[in-house]
């Protein structure tokens, strides 16, 4: 009894790294979803609009 | 221990693939592969880096609102065996936690289409969601043995967001592809819910086996059968489908109707019909798509 819950706070560290680390990766992805679509949805004309 | 440390103790277990699973993976997979599809038949076409960041926003909306009916419907997964073993009821993803991850990518998913294709498509989107997670899960599921008729709207829109990512409308083509979905989910669920009726029985969902009975149940496979086959013979009138998809679906739909009619001249006893004609449904749905896809792959290429 004394010793499980050593054991599972060890497993509960490495899986809260992997959640955290599935947050961040999941966040660099959206990051560049969002770049690359508003790059193609400005297309090649953005520099000759006139206003 | 009591069980609430045990719970406690298992809650900081949980890794990213158990929140993956709040997804629905597998219903995710078929809104996919449909939405991809309504993309293809649609006509003209959209950058494919935007087609491909639309298809996610659909599998993310689609997941969310798989996250959402899990938050909702956590009482009565954790009595059906077909889905004690999702992540609240296993005790791996707190339920307030579901909900919220739901709620968030819910929101993500339709902004992101938004961003990636137009806001006819987002606002279908966000639609699906809220169909499914308000109307279906919410109102009919546990009110009316009708629930996965109506409720398979939701299912069915895919193809519709898909083909209004690409044109920009929905016009009567999608709506076809839409129809044929929401008239293959009740002999779909209801196959199902004919060997499992032990289960909704016991949480008190009405499904329709356990309301009005085996025998009508099985009268209501056959018919929607019937009508779903020349459903999927509908495509036929437009010019999305051809030779090819002619002969795939007509094909499919007379297996289909075969094992329904198998189902309908079954006993109760006996679930083996109703189970081969759950397998062959998913079979015939993702046959069926796969034919139109072929079908515009040859018309592009030939």
Redesign the interface.
């Known amino acids: ?1 004394s010793e499980e819950p050593e054991i ?1 706070g060890a ?2 560290i490495k ?2 790294k ?2 955290n ?2 947050i961040a990766l999941s966040l660099a992805a ?1 990051i560049l ?2 770049f ?3 790059i ?2 400005l297309g090649g004309s953005v520099a000759d609009r006139s206003f | 221990m009591t069980d609430n440390a045990a719970k406690s103790d298992s809650y900081a277990l949980a890794g990213p693939e158990d929140f993956f699973d709040l997804l629905k993976p597998r219903v995710m997979s078929l809104v996919v592969f449909t939405a991809f599809v309504g993309m293809v038949a649609a006509p003209g076409g959209i950058h494919p880096l935007l087609g491909l960041v639309s298809i996610l926003a659909i599998a993310v909306g689609a997941g969310a609102s798989g996250a959402l009916n899990m938050w909702w419907d956590a009482d009565i997964d954790a009595v059906m065996s077909r889905t004690a073993n999702r992540p609240i009821p296993a005790g791996k993803v707190r339920r307030g936690d579901a909900g919220a991850f739901g709620g968030f990518l819910s929101a993500l998913s339709v902004v992101l289409l938004a961003l990636s294709s137009n806001y006819l498509a987002a606002g279908l989107l966000a639609f699906t969601i809220f169909f499914y997670v308000v109307i279906y899960s919410m109102i009919l599921k546990r009110a009316t043995p009708q629930n996965i008729v109506i409720g398979g709207a939701a299912g069915a829109f895919p193809p519709v967001i898909g083909w209004a990512a690409v044109t920009g409308n929905a016009p009567l083509e999608a709506w076809i592809l839409f129809a044929i979905i929401f008239l293959w989910t009740p002999p779909h669920f209801w196959a199902l819910a004919l060997y499992k009726q032990g289960d909704y029985e016991r949480v008190g969902v009405p499904m329709m086996p356990n309301v009005k009975g085996d025998a009508a149940t099985r009268q209501q496979i056959l018919a929607y059968s019937i009508i779903l086959f020349f459903a999927g013979l509908a495509p036929l009138a437009t010019n999305i489908a051809g030779v090819i998809y002619g002969i795939a679906a007509t094909g499919l739909g007379a297996g289909f109707l075969w094992f329904a009619y198998k189902v309908y001249q079954g006993t109760p006893e006996d679930h083996g019909p109703a189970k081969k004609l759950f397998g062959f449904s998913i079979f015939y749905l993702f046959g069926v798509f796969l034919a139109l896809l072929i079908e515009k792959a040859v018309k592009y290429y030939v």
Request: net charge positive; hydrophobic share 55%; aromatic share 6%.
């Open positions: 009894m599972s497993e509960a899986k809260k992997q959640r680390l599935a959206f979803v969002v690359l679509v508003t193609l949805r």
